[in-house]
């Protein structure tokens, strides 16, 4: 089954979209922007790098907060 | 003067529309119109919810399309041309240019909570109508604009709270007295939220059962999350939903089965539950319990909101609830007491104007925010989207049997303890239920009894379930589309219940920190367990004592959590408005000190009517010596049963009457203080400081609105990105 290039456009948006939305393109974010820097930057693996986003929450629990 | 003043005026200015963009707008409008005269005239028949539906998205769209547009282009004079926060400081994770659709849906899911679906399922004791005029006109001039301007301002401030923004443009007394006010808001709030999952699961053990459920799938999603397959959001998730639908099912065959003993619990056993499970949840590592709940609760959350909007326009059912009950006027209800005004505005709160959605405003969105002129939609369009969340709530209210509602919602001393006496007592109100109806109503959604199951989420899941059952299922489905509306809510309520006590925690140790320094370490083990135990002591409390409320928990303290809740609006209101002053725009102040004023007259009144009323219904302290004048003749009055009794109502009445006066003298003392710094920066507007982060020229390109427009549409073509927008996200300035 082969798509046409307007329907994969089209599910690559909604991939793009649901990956921010979730946030598991965050990581990806992450190592791109570590790499515009400085292409040999070391960068932290997937596990280090969500350990330390979520924990960061610890710090600040006002970070994402939800309403009534 | 300050520098917004002389920004370019943003997007094209053109005068006029186009003859076809006025004609679709000449039919929006009479959509709207055509839905408020159905409603405002039809009086003794049953109105279709279409035309409440119709009356407020035609309402909206005019709100969005007209006001909101003002108010970004003209009032704020949102800059297209300025850098935001996060482009910027672009680090990739916390500051980040994200999609503005993407952050739609991040703000909608962080403001949406219990507010919108419980406040206005109780204002339907007044009627529909009362209820459904204040959400629409509210959230257009009042709510949706303070949560925008509140966006606004934090984000040229690179996302500052709104008690340092407090803080920095008024003064250090009147900050002070506004994160002392969130605070003490805070704890109402907790209290009041958890009581609305008390009474819902008290005495069902398929509900409690199911609610219990998810704190096992939350470890397993954190654990999943931690250790198997870091960041997989989506798989955990769907996995998530499935046990959490598999809970809920399973809830029935417990209920039946010799485990329902265990999990038929009192409502004061389940107040130490929630007690113990609140302060593990907030001091347990975030990745454990909050982090997974939170998704869980998310996912949840848009989905049956997407569902039940899908169940209105396809059920389209009959509203059975009067266009204006009785008590609108007798100010007599069951529900909570008082006059339409200003008791209506109070327990609605959240779907029209939130105090809290303040603090969203001025908090992670800012920072994500791609553009100035995304503001209205993000700012403006959720908070519309929030107020469509709370008309539903109210097709859900008024589309079940009037006598049913009141059974629901009285409380347990009105109504007795037997579907008899409480047939009764509703038929005393002037509406009617007989016993074998509402044990009928019971079995339908396979609980034990309805009577006072107080605090809306009840009342809200039986209408739900109505609706769901018409469209998909039938009747045969109702009893679990009914717990799987409890769930939705309880499950996100205790979402609230766990961050809202680490953020109190949060405050607290701040606020600790100027008296012992190590309680400011928020890495400090025994300063966050002292913090934590303090603040789950405080809503325990409140808790503990609205569930022993021999007057009703939920009678007595909605209406504390309603003020609270626009009292803090309020602050964020005045905050907007010596912004809007400081700013250069004292020429539209009007557009926060009008919903201003308006807050300030319903919070102060319901405020003055709750600490000096001589109704004792009303009045905290009449109360108090009532009952206290009664102690002393040595007699008992209803719905008390015994002197113990008494004594609760003397010590309840006499904390929320200090509590009304607590809220009320911290926004006096907010408001003076903001009214002395507009003063002073009339008077003198050279020598006003104002802490704006100064113009940096934007280099992204993104459009405005979820549609692009087509000048944004060759902007995009030029920038080299694509034609929607998307590439323009993260590395859009660089390519």
């Known amino acids: 089954m082969s798509m046409s290039p307007a329907l994969k456009e089209k599910a690559a948006r909604i991939r793009f979209l649901w990956r921010e939305a979730t946030g598991e393109a965050t990581y990806d974010r992450y190592v791109a922007h570590a790499r515009k820097c400085d292409p040999r930057a070391e960068v932290l693996s997937r596990r280090e790098f969500e350990r330390q986003r979520v924990d960061g929450r610890e710090a600040d629990p006002r970070e994402g907060f939800r309403c009534c | 003067m300050p520098e917004s003043e002389s920004a370019a005026p943003p997007t094209t200015a053109k005068r006029g529309m186009p003859p076809k963009s006025i004609a679709i707008w000449a039919a929006v409008a009479l959509v709207g119109a055509a839905g408020w005269a159905v409603l405002a005239l039809s009086r003794g028949e049953e109105v279709s919810a279409a035309w409440m539906v119709?009356?407020?998205?035609?309402?909206?769209?005019?709100?969005?399309?007209?006001?909101?547009?003002?108010?970004?282009?003209?009032?704020?004079?949102?800059?297209?041309?300025?850098?935001?926060?996060?482009?910027?400081?672009?680090?990739?994770?916390?500051?980040?240019?994200?999609?503005?659709?993407?952050?739609?849906?991040?703000?909608?899911?962080?403001?949406?909570?219990?507010?919108?679906?419980?406040?206005?399922?109780?204002?339907?004791?007044?009627?529909?109508?009362?209820?459904?005029?204040?959400?629409?006109?509210?959230?257009?001039?009042?709510?949706?604009?303070?949560?925008?301007?509140?966006?606004?301002?934090?984000?040229?401030?690179?996302?500052?709270?709104?008690?340092?923004?407090?803080?920095?443009?008024?003064?250090?007394?009147?900050?002070?007295?506004?994160?002392?006010?969130?605070?003490?808001?805070?704890?109402?709030?907790?209290?009041?939220?958890?009581?609305?999952?008390?009474?819902?699961?008290?005495?069902?053990?398929?509900?409690?059962?199911?609610?219990?459920?998810?704190?096992?799938?939350?470890?397993?999603?954190?654990?999943?999350?931690?250790?198997?397959?870091?960041?997989?959001?989506?798989?955990?998730?769907?996995?998530?939903?499935?046990?959490?639908?598999?809970?809920?099912?399973?809830?029935?065959?417990?209920?039946?089965?010799?485990?329902?003993?265990?999990?038929?619990?009192?409502?004061?056993?389940?107040?130490?539950?929630?007690?113990?499970?609140?302060?593990?949840?907030?001091?347990?590592?975030?990745?454990m319990l909050l982090a997974p709940r939170d998704y869980l609760s998310t996912f949840m959350k848009i989905g049956t909101i997407v569902l039940l909007a899908l169940g209105v326009a396809f059920a389209l059912p009959n509203m059975k609830m009067d266009a204006v009950t009785e008590f609108a006027s007798s100010g007599a209800g069951p529900v909570f007491a008082g006059s339409l005004f200003p008791f209506v505005f109070i327990t609605i709160a959240c779907g029209a104007l939130s105090g809290f959605h303040a603090l969203v405003s001025s908090g992670t969105t800012p920072k994500m925010i791609q553009k100035e002129t995304q503001v209205r939609m993000i700012g403006y369009g959720s908070m519309l989207m929030e107020s469509f969340v709370a008309i539903m709530a109210l097709v859900a209210a008024s589309i079940i049997d009037p006598g049913l509602y009141?059974?629901?919602?009285?409380?347990?001393?009105?109504?007795?303890?037997?579907?008899?006496?409480?047939?009764?007592?509703?038929?005393?109100?002037?509406?009617?239920?007989?016993?074998?109806?509402?044990?009928?109503?019971?079995?339908?959604?396979?609980?034990?009894?309805?009577?006072?199951?107080?605090?809306?989420?009840?009342?809200?899941?039986?209408?739900?379930?109505?609706?769901?059952?018409?469209?998909?299922?039938?009747?045969?489905?109702?009893a679990f589309w009914y717990h799987f509306a409890i769930m939705f809510e309880a499950l996100f309520i205790l979402t609230t219940v766990d961050a809202g006590t680490r953020v109190g925690r949060f405050m607290l140790q701040d606020m600790l920190g100027n008296v012992y320094k190590p309680f400011r370490d928020v890495s400090w083990k025994p300063g966050a367990w002292i913090a934590s135990a303090v603040v789950v002591g405080a809503w325990g409390y409140f808790l503990w004592v609205g569930v022993h409320d021999p007057l009703g928990g939920i009678y007595q303290l909605f209406p504390l959590f309603g003020i609270a809740n626009q009292l803090l609006a309020a602050v964020a209101l005045t905050v907007a408005t010596t912004l809007l002053i400081k700013s250069g725009r004292l020429k539209w102040a009007w557009v926060t000190a009008v919903p201003l004023a308006w807050d300030v007259a319903v919070t102060f009144t319901a405020s003055y009517q709750k600490i000096f009323s001589d109704d004792p219904k009303?009045?905290?302290?009449?109360?108090?010596?009532?009952?206290?004048?009664?102690?002393?003749?040595?007699?008992?009055?209803?719905?008390?049963?015994?002197?113990?009794?008494?004594?609760?109502?003397?010590?309840?009445?006499?904390?929320?009457?200090?509590?009304?006066?607590?809220?009320?003298?911290?926004?006096?003392?907010?408001?003076?203080?903001?009214?002395?710094?507009?003063?002073?920066?009339?008077?003198?507007?050279?020598?006003?400081?104002?802490?704006?982060?100064?113009?940096?020229?934007?280099?992204?390109?993104?459009?405005?609105?979820?549609?692009?427009?087509?000048?944004?549409?060759?902007?995009?073509?030029?920038?080299?990105?694509?034609?929607?927008?998307?590439?323009s996200t993260g590395t859009g300035s660089s390519s």
């Open chain 2, 54 to 287: 119709a009356a407020a998205l035609g309402s909206y769209a005019i709100a969005y399309r007209f006001y909101s547009r003002f108010i970004a282009n003209r009032v704020l004079k949102a800059d297209k041309t300025r850098a935001t926060p996060a482009e910027r400081l672009d680090n990739g994770v916390d500051f980040h240019p994200t999609d503005r659709r993407v952050l739609l849906g991040h703000h909608f899911a962080a403001i949406a909570g219990a507010g919108p679906l419980v406040g206005p399922v109780l204002a339907a004791q007044m009627g529909y109508l009362p209820g459904t005029i204040w959400i629409i006109v509210g959230v257009i001039f009042a709510g949706a604009v303070q949560d925008m301007v509140t966006l606004f301002f934090s984000m040229r401030r690179d996302g500052k709270s709104l008690g340092q923004m407090a803080r920095e443009e008024i003064g250090p007394f009147g900050g002070a007295a506004a994160l002392i006010a969130i605070f003490a808001i805070m704890i109402i709030l907790l209290a009041v939220l958890a009581l609305v999952v008390v009474n819902a699961l008290a005495h069902s053990p398929w509900g409690t059962f199911s609610i219990a459920m998810t704190i096992p799938i939350a470890f397993f999603m954190g654990f999943y999350l931690r250790v198997l397959r870091p960041g997989r959001v989506t798989e955990v998730s769907l996995i998530g939903v499935a046990l959490l639908l598999l809970a809920i099912v399973s809830g029935s065959w417990v209920a039946d089965s010799s485990w329902a003993e265990t999990f038929t619990l009192q409502p004061g056993t389940l107040v130490i539950w929630l007690v113990v499970y609140g302060f593990f949840a907030s001091v347990l590592p975030v990745w």
């Open chain 2, 406 to 478: 009141f059974a629901m919602n009285s409380p347990a001393g009105l109504l007795g303890d037997s579907v008899q006496s409480a047939s009764e007592a509703v038929a005393n109100l002037g509406y009617t239920i007989s016993p074998s109806d509402l044990t009928a109503a019971a079995a339908a959604v396979e609980e034990e009894s309805l009577l006072s199951r107080t605090g809306g989420a009840p009342t809200l899941a039986v209408g739900m379930a109505e609706i769901f059952s018409a469209v998909f299922g039938g009747a045969g489905m109702k």
């Open chain 2, 618 to 727: 009303i009045g905290f302290f009449e109360q108090r010596s009532v009952y206290q004048a009664a102690i002393e003749d040595g007699k008992v009055l209803p719905p008390a049963k015994d002197m113990g009794d008494m004594h609760t109502v003397v010590t309840n009445a006499t904390v929320d009457g200090v509590l009304s006066i607590l809220f009320l003298v911290l926004v006096i003392v907010v408001l003076i203080d903001a009214g002395r710094v507009c003063v002073k920066a009339i008077r003198n507007p050279a020598a006003t400081k104002l802490e704006e982060v100064p113009h940096v020229e934007s280099k992204l390109v993104a459009p405005a609105g979820l549609w692009p427009t087509k000048e944004e549409k060759a902007e995009l073509v030029t920038a080299g990105a694509g034609a929607d927008g998307k590439e």
